[in-house]
T-cell receptor, first 114, second 112 residues
């Protein structure tokens, strides 16, 4: 059983389009996250949700909108895609949004904007 | 603000040799520290973590790390490298609730 699953694995689209990435976790965790990994492998947090409520929103353009219909799902919708949005996006979850809870990551969605 | 620095974006070792991946953190309070490994086309997996207590932490796959407060370091070691250890390794710290801060990553290459 996959603990944190993301779909799609690959996403190729043109500038200006709108796309969504879905994430589901079956670990019973309360906290979910979206991370962006750029071409240099640098990982940066985008959003964090705890039990469906937004608790971290880093400096991310408002073209990015997370949605959490329940605590097991955290989807990412991106409007008006730009070339610079090309990256690998990782969903993750943790048991508690506290200091020492390790993150469980999905396998990533590689977004390519042309 | 906390930050994590990994010295050496690429490290190459021979199979059977010692692996040493360096991580330094900056934080006003002792953070919780983690090492994650990322294999190609996969997400990150937890190798080990330091919270409190014993400063030498053992993880999976024979890796261990030592928390040294005086040096603000949390270096990752393995006595004998295997080919299967080739991957990207990330050090991370967390002392502000949900905000896990990652280092820039170190690619470990293992030569036969």
């Amino acid at each position: 059983d996959t603990a944190v699953s993301q779909t799609p694995k690959y996403l190729v689209t043109q500038m200006g389009n709108d796309k969504s990435i879905k994430c589901e976790q079956n670990l019973g965790h309360d906290t979910m996250y979206w991370y962006k990994q750029d071409s240099k492998k640098f990982l940066k947090i985008m959003f964090s949700y705890n039990n469906k409520e937004l608790i971290i929103n880093e400096t991310v353009p408002n073209r990015f909108s997370p949605k959490s219909p329940d605590k097991a799902h955290l989807n990412l919708h991106i409007n008006s895609l730009e070339l610079g949005d090309s990256a690998v996006y990782f969903c993750a979850s943790s048991a508690v949004g506290g200091y020492n809870s390790p993150l469980h990551f999905g396998n990533g969605t590689r977004l390519t904007v042309t | 603000a906390q930050s994590v620095t990994q010295l050496g974006s690429h490290v190459s070792v021979s199979e059977g040799a010692l692996v040493l991946l360096r991580c330094n953190y900056s934080s006003s309070v002792p953070p919780y520290l983690f090492w994650y490994v990322q294999y190609p086309n996969q997400g990150l997996q937890l190798l080990l973590k330091y919270t409190t207590g014993a400063t030498l932490v053992k993880g999976i796959n024979g890796f261990e790390a030592e928390f040294k407060k005086s040096e603000t370091s949390f270096h990752l070691t393995k006595p004998s490298a295997h080919m299967s250890d080739a991957a990207e390794y990330f050090c991370a710290s967390n002392n502000a609730g949900n905000m896990l801060t990652f280092g820039g990553g170190t690619r470990l290459m293992v030569k036969p």
